[in-house]
């Protein structure tokens, strides 16, 4: 294992109706901005929950961050922080509004030239205005962690960014949120956090035997509650067990001492940036591809899996590794997420080249765990995936 230091300072407040605990956790002088996304909080109630928990505080609102944050309408955000003196930002949202607002809080104390630095220069950002959720949207673990990432349609990138003073000082999460919301977008949720642990835990071997299973157990829960959270998604104790699961996917801990790969998701950002396809299934069409290609040196971790989290037991490491793909794939299936670019778009021929290129401009020259897939091995990834 390792060496690590590992602190997550968010607090977390789980459970029915939390939502009403709000005012406890701001500061009472606080003069607070509540960011949303398209209006889905207006329709459900959280909203009103919001408004109702925070009616002694001077609260005013931004509404509009769209799916994949867009940095011209952050930016409109950010004068709006500005000229109201706003000094406590509350996301009340998906990975989306969250992440619009962890880049709104590094962009109020930012003292550099433009914003879009913060994305391009990747250091860690290390200070920022307060900040809270209420997740409306179980998926990305962004509740937990100080990561963000933001989409700017006009240059059609996507890039991401992070550091110390971008976790949430509290996120709540309220299990029954998730009745609102889409088929289509609950099927993400799982599929994203479902990724979000195989990057931290399809590597190679390091004897870190608790990473492992934690890995393995929150991987064994995701496939358990999916058919129940899909098919009825006021089973409470299903969305809790979906809720908390998506959170400790990406929260930090079962990364800690261990290798982790982020090439998928390196990959399938860019399939965001270019067709504008869900995050989680840009996932879904890259990992299959990426596992095939890197058989040598993930081999032995992919039939670990197998065995632990598929109960795929016949066979040799290799023949085990490459049934586990298959299982992989089957459970997006199930999720009724398509696994090939084209399903998606017809437009894909040239798109292998094209990210390759930008990865080369970008200057990551090696990314995966062992930072050895160059820009020509991400072109054959993206391709096997068309
Ligand atoms: O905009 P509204 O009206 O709120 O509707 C949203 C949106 O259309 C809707 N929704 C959310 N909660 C709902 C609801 N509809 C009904 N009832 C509810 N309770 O769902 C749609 C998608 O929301 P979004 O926030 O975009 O989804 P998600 O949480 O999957 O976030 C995706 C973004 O997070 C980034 C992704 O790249 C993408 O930009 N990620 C962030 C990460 C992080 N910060 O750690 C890691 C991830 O890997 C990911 O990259
Ligand atoms: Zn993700």
New binding site residues.
């Given amino acids: 294992m390792n060496q690590f230091e590992y602190k997550n300072p968010t607090k977390i407040i789980f459970g029915q109706n939390k939502i009403a605990e709000l005012a406890k956790e701001i500061p009472a002088k606080a003069k607070v901005l509540i960011l949303?996304?398209?209006?889905?909080?207006?329709?459900?109630g959280?909203y009103d929950q919001v408004k109702a928990a925070l009616a002694d505080f001077n609260v005013m609102e931004f509404g509009g961050?769209?799916?994949?944050?867009e940095y011209a309408v952050l930016m409109d955000a950010l004068d709006f922080i500005k000229s109201n003196e706003i000094n406590f930002l509350l996301a009340?949202?998906?990975?989306?509004?969250?992440?619009g607002t962890?880049f709104l809080a590094a962009a109020a104390y930012y003292e550099g030239e433009t914003p879009w630095d913060i994305l391009t220069s990747r250091k860690p950002v290390l200070k920022a205005m307060p900040f809270a959720s209420v997740l409306?949207?179980?998926?990305?673990?962004?509740e937990m962690?100080?990561?963000?990432?933001?989409?700017r349609n006009e240059t059609k990138e996507?890039l991401?960014m992070?550091g110390p003073a971008l976790f949430p000082q509290f996120s709540i999460l309220d299990p029954q949120?998730?009745?609102?919301?889409?088929e289509r977008?609950i099927a993400?949720?799982l599929a994203?956090a479902f990724?979000?642990v195989l990057e931290q835990y399809l590597t190679y071997p390091t004897e870190a035997l608790l990473q492992d299973r934690f890995a393995e157990s929150i991987l064994q829960t995701l496939t358990e509650v999916a058919p129940k959270v899909l098919k009825d998604p006021s089973d409470y104790k299903a969305a809790a067990n979906f809720m908390w699961s998506c959170t400790m996917a990406?929260n930090g801990l079962i990364s800690q001492g261990v290798p982790s790969d982020w090439a998928v998701?390196a990959m399938?950002?860019e399939l965001?940036a270019l067709f504008g396809i869900?995050?989680?299934r840009t996932?879904a069409i890259i990992a299959p591809s990426h596992y095939k290609y890197n058989m040598d040196s993930k081999q032995e971790k992919l039939a670990q899996y197998a065995e632990r989290v598929f109960n795929i037991n016949e066979g040799s490491t290799e023949e085990k590794a490459l049934a586990v793909i298959d299982a992989t794939e089957s459970f997006f299936h199930s999720l009724g997420i398509k696994t090939r670019l084209s399903e998606y778009t017809q437009d894909y021929k040239g798109t292998s080249e094209l990210i390759s290129e930008r990865f080369t401009q970008r200057g990551w020259m090696g990314i995966g765990e062992r930072g050895s897939l160059s820009p020509d091995d991400v072109a054959k990834i993206v391709e096997m995936a068309y």
Wanted: net charge neutral; glycine share 18%.
């Fill in positions: 949303y996304g398209g209006g889905s909080i207006k329709s459900n959280i961050i769209p799916p994949n944050p009340v949202g998906g990975g989306s509004v969250i992440d962890k409306t949207l179980p998926a990305t673990g962004s962690n100080s990561g963000a990432v933001v989409t996507k991401a992070g949120v998730i009745q609102s919301i889409p977008q993400n949720g994203d990724t979000h990406l998701h399938g950002h965001t869900d995050h989680a996932l």
